[in-house]
């Protein structure tokens, strides 16, 4: 793992326009490429930079700075990614440095960054086409292109078998991690995890249900092809085994962005129903998944909202801010602490003026 004190995102930047950049250049042969940092988001893990030229294939550079992966870690997403694109997953290749390694570490002054080095996927984010489909097709093909993309992605993981496995949902997942993170006014919260991870120890973990998952499929992570509608997958830092139905649970989250001004409930859970109908009509075009899986979608996204209220808590770890609960993070923490079923989206703690959010939390209650 990395080592040395902790450091922040701008201190990192400085040291690699100082000195990682010149080293990564050498290492993976971007002398002549324009390298232009991309703006960080709340909570991001990594360094990112374009490196763009002139007849040739756009590249992401990804460097690593936290202290809580090993080189193994990294290796595990790599590898997965790789094993993915030949297989035919449309996803963001890694590219191997010029010594042949899909992972590279520089140290300076006692740190260890890990480096690696990705094709840049072809098209743009919906969000920066002002969230338009393509010109001429209708958005229904969105939504099935995210199903059977994800599908795809899915069989190809039903035979994976891992050189450096990655962790599993439960290494990370557990009582003694809920206790660490999350402060100790939120007991029920930790008391309604702790039940949640309970139930999930009784599904079954097969190689239909249970395998290697993007654990962050959404329009944040895919580039979309606007003259041909394909969509092409990235950033696999949080990959590790957990079940297919969690990644599907994502897609069902993804889809409420389309609705969630609408303020009748009964209109709102329509779409939902042919949203997701669409997207499963795609996954199941390149993969199998039975109902009894599908039936517990409900609990799947729950376990979405898990993620999302630690992942919030996490941030404010790793930024050594005091935890604090804004509206989005009241609204979340709400839902699971009262048991309130698809986030709450068609309950009546949801306003449409101001989507997922509720009053804010006193942490001092």
Excluded at 170 to 176: G, L, P, T
Excluded at 258 to 269: L, N, S, V
Excluded at 335 to 351: A, Q, T, V
Aim: hydrophobic share 35%.
């Amino acid at each position: 793992m990395t080592g040395g004190d902790i450091i922040n995102h701008n201190e990192v930047v400085k040291i690699s326009d100082a000195h990682l950049l010149p080293l990564v250049s050498a290492l993976y042969g971007l002398e002549d490429y324009d390298i232009k940092p991309v703006k960080a988001h709340d909570g991001g893990r990594n360094v990112v930079y374009t490196c763009e030229k002139e007849g040739a294939e756009a590249k992401i550079i990804r460097i690593a700075f936290l202290n809580d992966r090993s080189r193994e870690d990294f290796l595990g997403e790599l590898e997965y990614v790789r094993y993915l694109f030949e297989h035919g997953g449309s996803v963001s290749d890694v590219i191997s440095s010029r010594k042949g390694n899909l992972l590279e570490e520089v140290t300076h002054n006692n740190h260890t960054f890990f480096i690696c080095l990705f094709k840049k996927a072809q098209g743009k984010m919906l969000v920066e086409n002002n969230y338009q489909y393509r010109e001429g097709a209708p958005i229904t093909e969105y939504y099935y292109n995210c199903g059977k993309v994800l599908g795809k992605l899915h069989q190809i993981s039903k035979g994976y078998k891992p050189l450096h496995p990655r962790y599993s949902f439960f290494d990370k997942f557990n009582a003694e991690y809920f206790e660490e993170l999350i402060p100790d006014s939120f007991s029920l919260l930790k008391e309604k995890l702790v039940g949640l991870l309970n139930t999930l120890t009784e599904l079954d973990r097969n190689e239909e249900t249970f395998g290697m998952v993007h654990f962050d499929y959404s329009d944040g992570n895919y580039a979309i092809d606007f003259n041909s509608g394909q969509i092409t997958v990235y950033d696999f830092d949080n990959s590790c085994n957990c079940w297919y139905m969690f990644d599907l649970s994502a897609l069902w989250t993804n889809g409420m962005g389309w609705i969630q001004f609408e303020p009748d409930a009964g209109k709102r859970k329509q779409f939902m129903d042919e949203y997701f109908e669409k997207c499963l009509e795609g996954y199941r075009s390149e993969t199998r998944i039975e109902d009894s899986m599908l039936d517990k979608l409900p609990l799947f996204i729950q376990l979405n909202l898990m993620e999302e209220i630690l992942d919030a808590f996490e941030v404010m770890q790793h930024n050594g801010e005091e935890p604090e609960c804004d509206e989005e993070l009241s609204y979340r923490i709400k839902c699971l602490e009262d048991d309130i079923p698809y986030m709450g989206f068609f309950h009546d703690i949801y306003s449409c003026e101001e989507p997922f959010e509720y009053e804010k939390r006193d942490l001092t209650e």
